[in-house]
């Protein structure tokens, strides 16, 4: 009895190093601000007596519909501010045709009595922190305004402007950037009056912008991009705001026709159509006709603006009553000012918070907030006493239930996990932080930070999961333009091998964020996943699919290095299917042999002996060849 020989398996490498299977789906865990919105500048120190000015003044607390105001002006300026806010919501609410406006995190209001109690907590703009009456930022865990509410103030227009950017990037994302910039512009002169509203104000510096500079051509303005130099370049940023206001400014007030047709574009233009296509089929015109239209209209001896009711608008009401802020409130409130939207300083924060505790040892945000600032500096334990502290004085925050849980889960996220930590600290932690999340949400079932940590904490585990996948969704639905979420969820969708669901989310939603480094590394990371199924498909005797996908992942990434690596992986597994395929053959000859059929066992043996093969077969392949001819 001739024995047959056996198969060799084949194996491909493994992913290159950073890249293990188990981790290309994990999640970034969001740390520090998600935009800042004015420049951030170094400020200059600040005596102690003006640092803590603010603090020793009687602050109120007013809570409308959809914002929560923080205030040392008189409740009259407080109920003002908040009005107003909840006014200009519902415009925008009017202008999205009477939907809901989309507001993921809360909106906090800070209203300085003046600038001298202000200043420690501004965000200074170009150094220059004496000369800003307000400013909106957006962090993670909440938008902070702060203004001064001195009669002399007036900060609404760059309040405005930004408060825009957020209604755009939660209820329009994926519009082109002139719209963007346009919409914020027309709004920002927005201004509540009795019982009407005004939008649309001329903006003389544009005009004056535009008469005294070149134009750019509706074509180019329509391609500005974040990337563009007309969008960075301080020099040319001014004719591109200025233009992006007047396009705005005419399509919405200048002609009604105009207007619908650019809802239709705006639709289009999200929905992934290409920016020229949807022009002309939005607008049914050329790019020259509609710069003369605009032209025409600027040369106008003054340009209209909206006027709106306010009863058509049905603004929620600012109630009537406010609280008085007790002092260690208001320590605490006015730390987490600093902590969150003045990061650079943490330590009049930290200040704040322990000054706060000494009045009252039992208050859980100011254990919180020195929690969040030992985070900041990676100091993860220490942070998670103050955490663990602070939830047992308020167990109902669920910012302090997400809070506690990132920390928890930050240690291990961007790690290439060990068997060992899988089944020890790591797996508990990371159990341990979904919980938290899961709690967060328990009490908040819309914040939108706890859905994303949920989704980390479920891309640690090394496999896969349907529930890591519909935390990722409810992410996306909160939060449409974060462009991390959308990745990390077209990785999961690819992990768990829905491949053309994974591209489908790069291709429409990824891309129309216009990151495009964003979408080439996202469709790398698809391709790292697709790998991991090609692997899964060769320990499976599944040669001939697992080939194909290894083919089709070559030729797509956009990686040279890891392509030539691919393509030796490639003529590897090819070579070793090659070989099992010879040996199949060699087999087949031998069976031949023992079953008595010499004829056809030489046969093969010499049509096999035609072929390369390696020198242990070949040796094989001779000597089985040699007996049968003896035979024969």
Known sequence: MIPTSSHLRPRLPAPPVGLAARQWGALALVAG??????????????????????????????????????????????????????????????????????????????????????????????????????????????????????????????????YLHYFIANNLPGVPLWFNEGLAEFYSTFEARGDRVELGRPLEHHLRWMQRHPNLSLADLFAVGVESDEYNESSRRGGFYAQSWALVHYLMVGDGERSEQLIRFLEQVVAGVEVDDAFHQAFDT???????????????????????SVAGLKAATVPGTVTDLPRAETLYRL???????????????????LEALELDPRHGGAWAGLGYLEDQTESWDDARGYYERALELAFGDFRIHYLYGRNLLAPWVGRRLTAAELEGRAEREIAAARGAFQRSLGLNPDFPEAWV???????????????GLEALKQARRLLP???????????????????????????????RLGDEQMVEAATEAVLRADLEHAS???????????????????????????????????????SVERHNRQVDRFNAAVQAANSGRSRDAQALVEDLLEEDLDPQLERSARSLLDQLRAKN
């Open 481 to 511: 333009s974060r462009g991390d979420v959308v990745f990390n969820l077209a990785v999961t969708y690819a992990r768990l091998g829905r491949r053309e669901e994974a591209r489908a989310v790069i291709e429409r939603d990824l891309a």
């Open 33 to 162: 601000l998600a935009a800042l919105l004015l420049a951030l500048a170094a400020m200059p120190a600040l005596a102690a007596d003006s640092a803590t000015k603010a603090s020793r003044q009687s602050w109120l607390r007013l809570d409308s519909p959809h914002f929560t105001l923080f205030s040392a002006t008189d409740a009259g300026t407080a109920r003002r501010v908040g009005q107003d806010l909840e006014t200009l919501r519902a415009a925008l609410s009017f202008w999205l045709d009477g939907e809901e406006v989309h507001s993921p995190v809360p909106t906090t209001i800070y209203v300085f009595a003046d600038d001298r109690s202000f200043l420690p907590y501004k965000q200074g703009v170009r150094g220059e922190a004496q000369g800003v009456a307000g400013y909106f930022i957006s962090h993670p865990l909440g938008n902070y305004v702060a203004l001064d509410g001195s009669p002399r103030a007036d900060p609404s227009r760059i309040l405005y402007h930004e």
């Open 335 to 353: 730390g987490d000012l600093l902590a969150y939207a003045a990061p650079r300083r943490a330590e009049a924060a930290r200040s704040h918070f």
């Open 286 to 308: 050329d790019y020259r006709t509609l710069e003369r239209e605009l032209e025409a209209y600027l040369a106008q001896p003054s340009l209209p603006g909206l006027q709106l």
């Open 453 to 467: 940590g949920l989704g980390a904490a479920y891309a640690l585990e090394p496999e896969a999961s349907e529930r």
């Open 536 to 574: 899964e498909l060769l320990e499976a005797g599944r040669v001939e699919p697992a080939l194909a996908l290894l083919e089709e992942i070559s030729e797509l990434t956009s990686d040279p290095v890891w392509r030539l690596d691919l393509l030796r992986q490639l003529e590897q597994v090819r």
